[in-house]
């Protein structure tokens, strides 16, 4: 199984600063046949359910504010918040989707500083 | 609208079964992968079952021979057979529903609580 490792376990950001959550892959979830990354953000608010942020690594989802991004390729992936507010408190996880169950990084929790 | 509605879940003891449901709207469960994931009290998601929608079936290692998942076109909805019921397996449990390129998990339902308790 890909194992997921996500940094660090918690941050606590000032409103208004960057937020940035690394999250690291055993093995690549880059597929080169069509030269796309298969992992997945998740956003968890308290008492809810997830909710998807970015898919294939980069691409925001429908709906989802743009100062969410994500980056990264092969086994080291990012997902930054550029100007936090207080709406992204959360527990934040990402997702290989590469194999046919997938598996979950241990989840990020971000609050304000 | 896509929804999602859980129910099924509440309190058993070990060695019990339950049945999860997941009645789906916005859709059909037979043109998407569908899947279940669990979250134990203050821990992480865990997957627990993929159908895909060629109806192949695959299960985390914990849950293989206890676990089954299937659907009812009919009705739209997903089921979790869960038997031989432990505490480990207490945990909220979420139905999601796959893109329609059968990737990535697009949507949740909001849960339902299952607790395995003597």
């Known amino acids: 199984d890909i194992v997921m490792t996500q940094s660090p376990d918690s941050l606590a950001v000032s409103l208004g600063e960057r937020a940035t959550i690394n999250c690291k892959s055993s093995?690549?979830?880059?597929?080169?046949?069509?030269?796309?990354?298969?992992l997945s953000w998740h956003q968890q608010k308290p008492g809810q359910p997830p909710k998807l942020l970015i898919y294939?690594?980069?691409t925001r989802e429908s709906g989802v504010p743009d100062r969410f991004s994500g980056s990264g390729s092969g086994t080291d992936f990012t997902l930054t918040i550029s100007s936090l507010q207080a709406e992204d408190v959360a527990v934040y996880y990402c997702?290989?989707?590469?194999?046919?169950?997938?598996?979950f990084g241990q989840g990020t929790k971000v609050e304000v500083k | 609208e896509v929804q999602l509605v859980e129910s099924g879940g509440g309190l058993t003891q070990p060695g019990g079964s339950l049945r999860l449901s997941c009645a789906a709207s916005?859709?059909?469960?037979?043109?998407?992968?569908m899947s279940w994931a669990r979250q134990a009290p203050g821990k992480g998601l865990e997957w627990v079952s993929i159908?895909?929608?060629?109806?192949?079936?695959h299960y985390a290692d914990p849950v293989k021979g206890r676990f089954t998942i299937s659907r009812d076109n009919s009705d739209n909805t997903l089921y979790l057979q869960m038997n031989s019921l432990s505490a480990e397996d207490s945990a909220v449990y979420y139905c999601?529903?796959?893109?329609?390129?059968?990737?990535?998990?697009?949507?949740w339902g909001q849960g339902t609580l299952v607790s395995v308790s003597s």
């Open positions: 093995q690549s979830v880059l597929n080169r046949s069509n030269n796309k990354n298969y």
């Open positions: 294939w690594a980069s």
């Open positions: 999601a529903r796959y893109d329609n390129s059968g990737s990535y998990p697009d949507y």
């Open positions: 159908i895909q929608t060629g109806g192949r079936t």
């Open positions: 997702h290989q989707y590469y194999g046919a169950l997938g598996t």
């Open positions: 916005g859709f059909t469960v037979s043109g998407n992968h």
